[in-house]
């Protein structure tokens, strides 16, 4: 039987936790394939096969669009490996590195040189060799990610190489700007706190 999984958006370890759940209905001869959004979960996946002596392959359909195909042959059953936690291979950038934005301006002083220097910060982010994991933006910070800021395009192209964008839902509906996010996704107290605690270094301009 030939299994598909489409992991696509999904962070790690959850590609790698779904395809075991299937690896475990099937018998020999069967095939999964799984599909990723990056060539991290593809690393992650082949890695996860090896540990499992599964025959795998992967393959690139696109630049966001991976297929990782696993087989489970007599073999693999003969001779289990040990279980071992889904562990996630680090991106080739500052793996648990925070952004924090938590206003439109940089500094404090004059407001409209503030904002000059935020949007100033925002595009060196994008010039940066290692690039953060995370931005999280709060209170004025969420002016930063909504349609006509000046720093919209410099964040969607942050996006595009894989770092998380998160604007918080209750400042984006205080300020009246629930329905203007234009980049990145809504989030809340609950995931900030989890972001900030278990971030390796938090950067706060």
Excluded at 97 to 114: A, H, K, R
Excluded at 190 to 203: F, N, R, S
Aim: contains cysteine.
């Amino acid at each position: 039987m030939q299994y598909q999984l489409d992991a696509r958006g999904k962070q790690c370890p959850i590609p790698v936790v779904e395809t075991k759940k299937i690896l475990a209905q099937m018998t020999a001869g069967d095939t999964v394939t799984v599909a990723v959004d990056n060539p991290i979960a593809v690393q992650n996946l082949l890695k996860m096969a090896g540990q499992k002596h599964l025959p795998a392959e992967s393959r690139t359909i696109s630049p966001t669009h991976y297929e990782v195909v696993l087989a489970l042959s007599e073999e693999s059953l003969a001779s289990p490996a040990p279980e071992a936690p889904a562990a996630c291979i680090p991106a080739a950038r500052s793996s648990g590195t925070v952004v924090v934005l938590s206003s439109d301006e940089m500094g404090g002083g004059d407001s409209v040189l503030g904002k000059a220097l935020m949007k100033a910060f925002v595009y060196a982010l994008t010039e940066q060799d290692s690039l953060p994991a995370t931005i999280l933006l709060y209170n004025g910070g969420a002016r930063l990610s909504v349609e006509g800021a000046a720093t919209l395009a410099d964040l969607k192209l942050l996006e595009s190489q894989g770092v998380e964008i998160l604007t918080c839902g209750t400042c984006l509906n205080h300020y009246g700007l629930t329905d203007q996010l234009a980049v990145g996704s809504v989030t809340n107290m609950y995931a900030i706190a989890e972001k900030l605690m278990q971030a390796g270094k938090v950067i706060r301009p």
